[in-house]
């Protein structure tokens, strides 16, 4: 089991840079896959990014490639998510989540995969 928690949002102008982070408590952090999901005013819940327990294989949404880059330090127990180039669609509550995972485990794109999460962090660009 994992307890996370999300920093780093806050307000930018379109074609800002941004960081979140997603600090992990746990002794297991290294055994889980990792997630990061938004969600818009009156929308669900999408993903954006995935990354493997070793860091090695990472996943993104179409929306979000080649701007975003997931990455993390398991010695640190964080998982990033660098957004750069940032649109006013990316507007929405940031969210991290971790899946326990053996090894070669697929990544998933499901938010119901994902059975821990953090409160979220608001990221809200303005153009």
């Known amino acids: 089991q994992v307890q996370l928690v999300e920093s780093g949002g806050g307000l930018v102008q379109a074609g800002d840079s941004l960081r979140l982070s997603c600090a992990a408590s746990?002794?297991?952090?290294?055994?889980?896959?990792m997630g990061w999901f938004r969600q818009a005013p009156g929308k669900g819940r999408e993903f954006v990014a995935a990354i493997s327990r070793s860091g090695r294989n990472t996943n993104y949404a179409d929306s979000v490639k080649d701007r975003f880059t997931i990455s993390r330090d398991n010695d640190k127990k964080t998982v990033y998510l660098q957004m750069n180039s940032l649109k006013a669609e990316d507007t929405a509550v940031y969210y991290c989540a971790g899946r326990h995972v053996i090894l070669s485990a697929p990544l998933s794109l499901r938010p119901t995969d994902y059975p821990y999460w953090g409160q979220g962090t608001q990221v809200t660009v303005s153009s």
């Open positions: 746990g002794p297991t952090f290294s055994r889980h896959a």
